[in-house]
């Protein structure tokens, strides 16, 4: 007789082919984890199915690297996991940089969600039919991401504006999927050399960001202060979207709608006459009066983020990341872009080997020397040949090298400062973002003047 296998819910015979019993063990796991009061109960059983799945694909797959097989993972858990995949497709130097490449695919892989859904938040949030506040909504999105998707639409009043729509129960799934991620951080520092990497100091900060990010009324005080801080320095050529306060709650962002053409759209650019290197650098100097000044940046100036507009202005888009700095936060950084633009190599050691202090004693001379080495690319004249995928993980490396670990805030200043030197390659090729007279004066000035205030 043949033996039988008693499971909750299944009897399992030799006989039954292997997808039948596949498919009758995840329905078992569907209706166990649909039994559970607890959403984040059922998302610690989803996410542990998906995990382990990921694992028997690994093993029976030489094909399937372990990039590859988490990133399906991540894609498969949904919008939470696709926003941290993305995390990790943009921090070079806090991850192995072969999962940086393949997060990449995080980047433009979240479908939209229906409009019916669209329209049904607005009726909500708005409490009164769209049809008494907007003239017109195009249905189909500008764009979609893992936290909300983007609609162009018309006021009864004539005027264009974008409406920025959260998808549907996205708040409920991400805490649910916090607690999980926490978790696995916990047990990840327990691991030798985890704590190094410090994944639940990433975790905390990925919590902070796509919390601030879930609220929309932060994003358009994000954008007002920006707008503020822009007319206080009479910057009138620079300017983020402005909000509709009225129109704008938790789940709903209706801001102005921008017309013109990103910074890396050369084509378009070279058509319209625009000025490539003065565009530059009014946005970078824009970029380092908020941060150095008031603490205050913009955390994600990819091309998309950062646009020509029609009536000559510059336009910074998506402020859902910003970085923000305290008084001894905002001075290290500042003394770092003076000694880096400077190529003061020992005053740079001197400030990271504070900014990313451990118990580890650090040999100053000795990192000077090898920041020397990671950084004097970036700093000729020549710049064509940099490979921007590897300066971050160069810096990482040479910091951990000497005991150092470097906050994520420090990371993300570089990042930009990387995106500014890629739009100048594009824009202005003559132009080196790092030591350009220009820039540095500005930068120097900007320094005095915070540190006039803070005094």
Not at 96 to 101: A, F, I, T, V
Not at 148 to 161: E, F, I, M, N, S
Not at 293 to 302: N, P
Request: charged fraction near 25%; hydrophobic fraction near 45%; aromatic fraction near 8%.
């Amino acid at each position: 007789m043949p033996l039988t296998v008693f499971t909750p819910g299944l009897i399992y015979h030799p006989a039954m082919n292997s997808s039948v019993l596949a498919a009758l063990v995840g329905l078992g796991i569907v209706l166990l984890v649909a039994s559970f009061p607890s959403r984040t109960l059922r998302r610690i059983l989803v996410t542990t199915w998906v995990v382990l799945t990921a694992i028997a694909r690994r093993l029976g797959d030489p094909d399937a690297t372990g990039p590859i097989v988490i990133r399906r993972a991540f894609e498969e858990l949904g919008p939470t996991y696709i926003k941290l995949g993305q995390l990790v497709a943009s921090s070079q130097g806090l991850f192995p940089e072969r999962y940086c490449l393949e997060f990449h695919k995080c980047l433009d892989r979240v479908p939209p969600f229906d409009f019916a859904d669209v329209e049904r938040i607005l009726s909500e949030d708005l409490e009164k039919d769209t049809s008494k506040t907007f003239e017109s909504i195009d249905a189909k999105p500008l764009a979609s991401a893992s936290i909300a998707q983007v609609h162009a639409a018309k006021l009864l009043d004539g005027k264009d504006v974008v409406i920025k729509v959260q998808r549907p129960g996205i708040a409920d799934l991400v805490e649910a999927d916090l607690h999980v991620l926490k978790f696995m951080a916990r047990i990840m520092s327990m691991v030798p050399l985890g704590d190094l990497a410090n994944p639940r100091g990433i975790v905390e900060d990925f919590e902070s960001n796509i919390r601030e990010e879930l609220d929309f009324r932060r994003e358009a005080a994000n954008m007002t202060e920006f707008n503020r801080i822009m007319v206080e320095h009479d910057q009138v050529k620079v300017s983020a979207p402005k909000p509709v306060d009225a129109l704008t709650t938790r789940r709903l962002l209706v801001m102005e709608r921008f017309f013109g053409h990103r910074v890396d759209d050369v084509e378009n650019l070279r058509a319209s006459n625009v000025d490539g290197e003065a565009t530059l650098l009014l946005g970078m100097r824009a970029w380092f009066q908020c941060m150095i000044i008031h603490g205050f940046f913009h955390g994600d100036v990819h091309a998309g983020n950062l646009m020509t507009l029609a009536d000559g202005r510059v336009g910074f888009l998506d402020f859902g990341i910003v970085g923000r700095f305290g008084r001894e936060r905002r001075e290290q950084v500042t003394d770092y872009l003076l000694a880096f633009s400077t190529a003061d190599f020992k005053k740079l050691a001197e400030v990271m080997a504070t900014m990313g202090a451990t118990d580890q004693k650090v040999d100053l001379d000795a990192l000077a020397k090898d920041l020397e080495i990671a950084y004097e690319p970036m700093l000729e004249n020549e710049l064509a040949a940099i490979k921007y995928a590897d300066v971050i993980p160069a810096i990482m490396r040479t910091a951990i090298r000497h005991g150092l670990r470097m906050p994520r805030d420090f990371v993300l200043v570089v990042k930009q400062m990387l995106y500014f030197d890629r739009y100048a390659k594009i824009l202005a090729p003559n132009l080196n973002v790092f030591r350009d007279p220009r820039i540095v004066t500005a930068l120097m000035s900007d320094v005095m003047q915070a540190r006039m205030q803070a005094a």
